[in-house]
């Protein structure tokens, strides 16, 4: 009946459903319902037979009792909260604006009222429908919002932990969740119960990181690498095997391809009348943002969790396709990524203390100078506060158990003269009849310079004839790249002054580096 073409036959059969379902629950059974899993099930399992139906209608006094429910059953909801939740979530494109506040509204219940009694074996389904919010594209404020409910679930997580995990270790083992191959006798090795629901976290504010909305990427992105900085203490060592391989850089992989392929004029038809700062118009610039965001936070995380990183086997690997990423965005052609990688690879080197100048924006876009991570207390938005003012440099060689790994260090030092060398590369003479010649800005060029030092501390065992030969020709070449005319004016002295400019300064500290 409630699936029929008329609209009234259908809203009795809705009603007379939804009726019969919050009757039952309110009944008063023996043994009581909370504690009879089968019978839950049954009852509530015409509610969520209702979500096949693509009538707005069915779908609204469907969720009308969903809310109902909760607000006089949802204590002794024990067994139910995955139907009820996957009532919840049951969002569709065609459903509209209005049913996906309604819905998002039952959520948002769920979430600020009723977290403490879910079991935690049921908290991975709270994240997904979450997530899913975040994903619709009919609501960008319900979007930001389910961004908002996700940092709060990880909170939650936090401050409940102890009891979740011995929870979730009990169900896994009587659900005998590491279970022994019998071929080979092997257990399968899967995360940690109490780990996987962070992964699951991580993994969906990683896709969120990847919307096509800039809005949502920026907010995804702030949160899933804050909730790492703040929470990723509480994972096991080899956990961050997956962190790594399975969230990381597979966002930087899916950021890099998305931003490689987006367009670079400006869409009237998606901005409208809405006027946009000219840094942002284009889906291109709005991407490079995304990528500034995402290599910076990859970075910070591999710093911050450097010690723990180090001692997972497959380390080098990881260490060299960061090294690839942050090459690959040095030389890419937007002024914005291009300078961010710098700090990146700065950052990864432990000498990304880097003091935010007036004119300068820092590569987390929130007006706050990106400091070490160790001591800095940091916010959702990626805001970061410390104690003391930050430096540009840490002031001697920095004591760390990878300043006698030389391949590491080698492999970063081929990195830096590879971003050299391909900057200071003369344009072909086709291009340079073409007019469209790329030049580096001297602020990235200076970047590039004041990297040497502190990453010279490092293979100066290893630096050899050759290796200065190859350092003379990136500072020659750095030097000889022409000054945009739009920099000029505020870089190129005057004949009545005898000063350097800050290339020139950054490259006579390298050469000094060397001397010492």
């Known amino acids: 009946i409630c699936q029929h073409s008329h609209a009234e036959m259908r809203s009795w059969g809705a009603e007379a459903v939804t009726s019969l379902v919050k009757a039952a629950l309110a009944h008063k059974f023996d043994p009581p ?7 839950q099930s049954s009852i509530l399992s015409p509610l969520q037979e209702l979500s096949s139906i693509s009538y707005n209608d069915i779908r609204q006094k469907q969720l009308e009792s969903v809310s ?8 002794s909801l024990l067994h139910g909260w995955p139907t009820v939740l996957g009532v919840i979530g049951a969002v569709a494109k065609e459903h509209g604006e209005k049913l996906i506040q309604q819905a998002f509204q039952c959520l948002q219940l769920v979430v600020t009222d009723f977290l403490p009694i879910i079991r935690p074996a049921y908290l991975q389904v709270v994240v997904q429908v979450a997530a899913k919010f975040g994903l619709q594209q009919q609501e ?3 979007s930001l919002t389910a961004i908002g409910l996700l940092w709060n679930i990880s909170d939650f997580f936090f401050q409940n932990r102890q009891r979740i995990k011995q929870d979730l270790d009990a169900t896994a083992d009587s659900d005998h969740i590491q279970s022994e191959n019998p071929a080979s006798g092997d257990k399968i090795k899967n995360p940690p119960p109490f780990d996987a629901l962070w992964m699951c976290l991580f993994s969906q504010l990683g896709e969120l990181c990847v919307d096509s909305r800039p809005a949502v990427r920026k907010s995804a992105g702030q949160t899933l690498f804050s909730t790492i900085s703040a929470h990723g203490s509480l994972l096991q060592h080899q956990t961050w095997h997956n962190v790594l391989w399975q969230v990381l850089f597979p966002l930087l992989e899916n950021v890099q391809k998305y931003s490689s392929s987006a367009s670079t004029t400006r869409d009237k038809e998606s901005t409208g009348n809405i006027l946009i700062h000219h840094s942002r118009d284009t889906a291109e610039k709005q991407w490079a943002e995304t990528r500034v965001l995402s290599l910076a936070g990859v970075a910070r ?12 086997g497959d380390f080098p690997r990881a260490w060299s396709l960061l090294l690839d990423h942050i090459e690959l965005s040095a030389l890419c052609r937007n002024a914005e990524v291009s300078l961010a990688a710098l700090k990146s690879f700065q950052e990864i080197l432990q000498i990304g203390r880097t003091s935010k100048s007036l004119d300068e924006p820092d590569i987390m876009g929130q007006g706050i100078a990106v400091v070490e991570p160790h001591g800095e207390v940091m916010s959702r938005t990626g805001e970061v506060t410390a104690n003391k003012k930050p430096e540009l440099f840490s002031k001697g060689p920095i004591s760390d158990s990878t300043d006698n790994d030389i391949p590491l260090w080698s492999a970063a030092w081929k990195v830096w003269l590879n971003i050299g060398a391909e900057v200071t590369k003369p344009p072909k003479q086709d291009v340079k009849m073409s007019g469209k010649v790329y030049l580096p800005s001297q602020n990235f060029l200076t970047a590039l310079i004041q990297t040497f030092p502190p990453l010279f501390e490092h293979i100066k065992s290893r630096f050899v004839a050759a290796d200065l030969h190859k350092l003379s020709s990136v500072l020659r070449g750095t030097l000889c790249v022409p000054v945009q005319n739009d920099a000029s004016l505020f870089i190129i002295p005057s004949y009545s002054e005898v000063t350097l400019t800050p290339l020139q300064e950054a490259s006579l500290a390298a050469m000094d580096t060397l001397i010492k």
Not at 33 to 39: A, D, G, Q, W
């Open 68 to 75: 109902y429910i909760l607000q006089n059953n949802g204590n």
């Open 301 to 312: 995380t591999f710093n911050a969790k450097r010690k723990m990183l180090q001692g997972l």
């Open 140 to 142: 960008l404020n319900v």
């Open 33 to 39: 319902l909370h504690e009879n899993l089968r019978l």
